[in-house]
Every structure is written in structure tokens, then in C-alpha cells.
């Protein structure tokens, strides 16, 4: 899906963004990071079930919002992921400082070799959602409801268990990894 990869380079290039930016403005990317952890200190206080629990809500409903959001011609979603590409970028280099940057692939790559691909396909779906609203602007015949219901299917079947896996991994895999 031509969507798909379109989002996927968006964020790979983001990423990099994030990444370089961090490196070449070190001060302001710790204060970025503090801000970002300060808004989750609230989950290191939980036990593992709820932490798992906020984790797959948050990102479940993050997707559906965005992929939904994506009727408004497909914009939502496009800034979804680059900016959460941007963040990946930042905190990668941030974090990397200190742990090194094998450490914290290895904290990301397990439950994100999931977790990344399921907001990617949501997305990716919102993309399709906004190009279809545009082409019915455009005077296309295209059944907005149809393609609302195709995106709906995909995120029910895929997304949610692939988040719900990667909730999983990231609640009790990725703090024995980040051990090692």
C-alpha cells in the first residue's frame, strides 16, 4: 500500500530529523526529553498490569483518532507520524548519551518492530480515508462510508492485537532487556 510507505519514509526521515536535531542542540533536547517524561512520570508509580493497561489504550486510541482524522483530507495523520517520528529521533539520541545507542535500540526494537508498523497501517489508513474525501471533492464517485468501514475492519483485525502484543512486550519485556 503506496500509503503505507509514503508514512513509513515520513517517519524514517523524521526520525533522522529528530535524531540530528538533538545532536546538534543537546541542551534543548534534554529540556525537550524532561518535558516529554514529566508528562509520564505518572505511569511509574503503577503495577505492571495497569502500566500495560495505559500503554495499549493510549496507543490503541491514538490510532483510531488519527486513522479517523483522517477524513480531514489526510492531514492528521501525516503530522501524527512525523511528529512522533521526531520524538523517536530526540529521544534515540538523548537517551543514547547516557545508555548508549545499542541499549536503546534494544529497548525500542522489541515491542516497536510491532507497535510502530500498527500505528503506521492506522495511519496509513487515515491517509486512504483523506485522499477519498478528497477525490469525493473533486466529484469522484467514492463511498466515504464503505472506505470508513474497510479502515474500521483493518484496525479491529491488525492494529489492535499487534498493539496489544506490543503493550505487552514493552510492559514486561523491554524492562528485562533495558536489565541486560
Not at 20 to 28: C, I, K, L, N, V
Not at 40 to 53: E, M, N, T, W
Not at 161 to 173: D, G, H, R
Request: with cysteine; charged share 15%; aromatic share 10%.
Amino acid at each position: 500500500m503506496k500509503e503505507f510507505v509514503a508514512l513509513l519514509l515520513i517517519f524514517i526521515l523524521s526520525t533522522y530529523i529528530g535524531y540530528q536535531w538533538a545532536e546538534s542542540h543537546p541542551e534543548q533536547a534534554d529540556i525537550f526529553i524532561k518535558q516529554i517524561f514529566k508528562g509520564l512520570s505518572f505511569v511509574k508509580g503503577l503495577p505492571q498490569p495497569l502500566i500495560f493497561a495505559v500503554i495499549f489504550i493510549n496507543n490503541a486510541v491514538k490510532s483510531f483518532v488519527n486513522m479517523i482524522l483522517g477524513l480531514l483530507f489526510g492531514i492528521i495523520p501525516i503530522l501524527f507520524v512525523a511528529i512522533n517520528g521526531f520524538i523517536v529521533g530526540v529521544v534515540t539520541a538523548v537517551v543514547s548519551r547516557n545508555v548508549g545507542l545499542l541499549k536503546v535500540l534494544l529497548m525500542l526494537i522489541p515491542h516497536g518492530i510491532l507497535e510502530i508498523p500498527a500505528v503506521l497501517i492506522a495511519c496509513s489508513y487515515g491517509l486512504k480515508l483523506g485522499v477519498a474525501v478528497l477525490n469525493r471533492v473533486r466529484g469522484k464517485d467514492v463511498d466515504i462510508k464503505l472506505e470508513i468501514r474497510r479502515s474500521v475492519g483493518v484496525y479491529l483485525k491488525y492494529v489492535v492485537p499487534m498493539l496489544l502484543i506490543a503493550a505487552f512486550v514493552e510492559t514486561y519485556v523491554t524492562p528485562i532487556v533495558s536489565q541486560i
